[in-house]
């Protein structure tokens, strides 16, 4: 049995006015079409959310915000906690808790690589501190240290409570490795490595970026992983790999996660704004107009009919 539904998950991103103060009503507009789309899993506060970017008394708002956004809906909601310090991402994690978070997304201090009794320790005291709650690692290489398949394997034995792994980043050997384990961790994949691992026989679940332009099919990429239709499969796969190629044509590599994201979900709200706190850069309208006209042109399939 997984420790976690097998799903697709969707980050919120953070909107920005010209003075860089947060913009509550865009924000819950965001939350509610991102479950119209029908997601339910739905995580603050990764790479794309710029956890590593917002004040303490940022996170609380935002939290606030963001639990309340999923009252009286069967949303679950899923804050993460990124800092050099470690002392910090607990104190968050218990506001976040006050607030009625218990599904967690973590990431290693990064100021420097975790050696393996330090990692256990990481894992031990956060986990062990909210036994009630959920916990999902992201895997980034950030973290300066990349936890293995098989390292999982014996973590998962050790922290009853951690349920998941986001581990968006896939070299096809790590691909099968995913596709073969039967740790009780659900993996979640960005789309490519999602089609990589169901591909080579094996399963997991999915975070969603490059298929936001159109949910619906989406889904039924999702469904041909689930029904096992491996050719239809194959096809979104190959389909998804050229609109990754065009975004970085577009775009760039050189951004924060959170300026191709933004850009993604401005393709459901053309008013949603690009901006990134500072240091970072964001992404421009012009390239998002060229990105939507790439896609109209190339893939219209993976447009929906109300982009703007």
């Known amino acids: 049995m997984k420790r976690y539904p097998k799903t697709i998950m969707a980050t919120a991103c953070l909107p920005w006015n010209e003075s860089f103060e947060f913009m509550e009503e ?33 996170f609380e708002h935002i939290v606030r915000v963001f639990a309340s956004s999923s009252q009286g809906t069967d949303m679950q909601p899923i804050v993460g906690l990124i800092s050099l310090s470690f002392q910090t991402m607990l104190q968050r994690a218990k506001k976040a808790y006050a607030l009625g978070i218990r599904d967690f997304q973590i990431s290693f201090p990064s100021w420097g690589a975790l050696t393996e009794s330090e990692m256990l320790r990481f894992f031990h005291e956060i986990c062990g501190a909210f036994p009630d709650c959920r916990f999902i690692h992201y895997n980034n290489g950030r973290s300066k240290k990349v936890v293995s398949v098989k390292e999982y394997a014996t973590l998962a034995a050790e922290i009853p409570n951690l349920a998941a792994v986001k581990y968006t980043a896939l070299d096809m050997p790590t691909a099968y490795q995913i596709a073969m384990n039967d740790s009780p961790l659900q993996f979640f994949c960005g789309e490519l490595g999602f089609g990589y691992a169901h591909l080579l026989g094996g399963e997991c679940s999915m975070v969603v970026s490059l298929g936001l332009g159109h949910m619906e099919r989406t889904w039924r990429m999702f469904e041909a992983a689930a029904t096992n239709d491996l050719e ?53 309208d012009e390239q998002y107009r060229q990105y939507r006209d790439f896609l109209r042109e190339r893939f219209p399939a993976w447009l929906a009919p109300n982009s703007g």
């Open 26 to 58: 865009m924000f819950r507009q965001q939350v509610t079409d991102l479950q119209q789309m029908g997601l339910r899993h739905i995580y603050l506060f990764g790479t794309a959310g710029e956890g590593y970017a917002v004040s303490d008394e940022q």
């Open 232 to 284: 239809r499969l194959a096809m979104y796969q190959q389909e998804l790999s050229g609109i990754r190629e065009g975004i970085l044509t577009i775009v760039g590599a050189a951004y924060m996660d959170g300026a191709y994201d933004k850009l993604l979900y401005k393709l459901t709200n053309p008013a949603f704004p690009l901006r990134m706190l500072a240091p970072y850069d964001s992404s421009t």
